[in-house]
């Protein structure tokens, strides 16, 4: 029996289209997915449960290997990576994407959403839309937006309560204009530098804190060095699904549709996994000696009040546009008009059942 082989090259990384007969069990495409999470984490656990349910709904013609960890770099060479085409596909947040569409750094616009139902909202409806299209003139094709988390201050060096707090300390931030604009604006030290680097710069003292959703943070092993937290979840963190342009073109329709109709679902687990952990992270890292302190409203107020003027300053970032159409969106989501957007996610993702046992079980 005759196989014929089918090479197609985008960049510098290779699509292998394999056409054998049916009898052959070897798969037609072969993917790489990359990211910087540790192995274990709810996104890592999505990851794989993607390249699962891909493969078996492609009758075994899509392997998906996925590499958490930063086996492939930091999240800015993956992106890169998978820009050139070296690699296929990737899970990254939006910090490092300003850097390729600036414009979704509006996403990391602080206390931008008051709840996970408000990001999932403004995500999947037209804002998330129209940003994710944006990628495209990048020769990458986003999919869908996961979760990294609400993202909280840690520090070294004394107790963080309020804004005034994070004066003079040196900050480990994304290597994004927005992040730093947010340390500058509390009259901190930004320190850009790449997720893998971070635990031994906090370990070896070169920076003071940092700030992440707590499964990284407790993933890391940040607790052997920062023992004091807020958890004032300042930004809602995102993840993107993204494929290398060229790669998602050449995909019959069929196969594109698969991974599509797929990365949703896998989607809605993975945040609701993601969310179901967090609190378990939160106890993790006080039995661990970690203080957590949860700021009451005054508090709260006191931080959005003292980042206000980095949504001015965003406008230079983020194009103007974008930075009121999500003002509009926060007046509005206030004001009640999304209610029916917040209930339908409240219950459908009140029916999704998650592993939190099995998930908890790769920590210790």
Not at 116 to 142: F, Q, V
Not at 177 to 205: C, D, F, R, V
Not at 285 to 300: F, K, N, S, T, W
Request: positive net charge; aromatic residues 8%; charged residues 25%.
């Amino acid at each position: 029996m005759l196989t014929k082989i089918v090479k197609l090259l985008a960049g510098a990384g290779a699509l292998a289209l394999i056409a054998s007969a049916p009898a052959c069990a070897a798969a037609r495409y072969h993917f790489r997915l990359a990211l910087v999470i540790a192995a274990g984490t709810p996104i890592d656990m999505a990851a794989n449960r993607l390249a699962n349910l891909v493969r078996q709904r492609t009758n075994g013609e899509v392997e998906i290997k996925v590499f958490p960890g930063s086996q492939l770099g930091g999240e800015r060479a993956i992106i890169e990576g998978v820009q050139l085409g070296t690699i296929e596909m990737s899970f990254t947040t939006t910090g490092p994407i300003g850097g390729f569409a600036p414009e979704f750094q509006v996403l990391d616009l602080p206390f931008l959403f008051q709840s996970y139902e408000a990001a999932y909202t403004y995500l999947d409806g037209e804002p998330g839309s129209r940003l994710m299209k944006l990628l495209d003139r990048k020769g990458i094709h986003g999919v869908v937006y996961l979760e990294n988390g609400w993202r909280n201050f840690t520090t070294s060096k004394k107790p963080i309560r309020r804004p005034e707090d994070m004066r003079g300390q040196k900050i480990r931030v994304m290597e994004s204009p927005m992040y730093m604009g947010l340390i500058k604006t509390l009259n901190g030290s930004p320190m850009p530098m790449a997720y893998s680097e971070l635990p031994n710069a906090l370990l070896q003292k070169v920076i003071d804190g940092q700030e992440n959703p707590s499964v990284n943070i407790y993933s890391a092993g940040m607790y052997q060095s920062q023992p004091y937290m807020i958890k004032d979840q300042h930004t809602y963190n995102v993840m993107i699904f993204k494929v290398n342009g060229k790669v998602w073109k050449a995909l019959p329709e069929n196969i594109r549709k698969i991974i599509e109709t797929t990365a949703v679902e896998v989607r809605d687990f993975q945040r609701k996994l993601n969310r179901e952990a967090d609190a378990s992270f939160i106890r993790r890292l006080e039995a661990r000696g970690m203080q957590v302190h949860v700021p009451d409203r005054e508090e709260i107020r006191a931080w959005q009040s003292a980042t206000a003027p980095l949504w001015e300053d965003a406008r230079k970032i983020a194009t103007p546009a974008l930075v009121a159409e999500a003002a509009q969106f926060r007046s509005d989501w206030d004001a009640g008009k999304y209610k029916a957007e917040e209930q339908k996610y409240i219950d459908s993702y009140s029916k999704i059942p998650v592993p939190l046992d099995e998930l908890m079980k790769n920590f210790k």
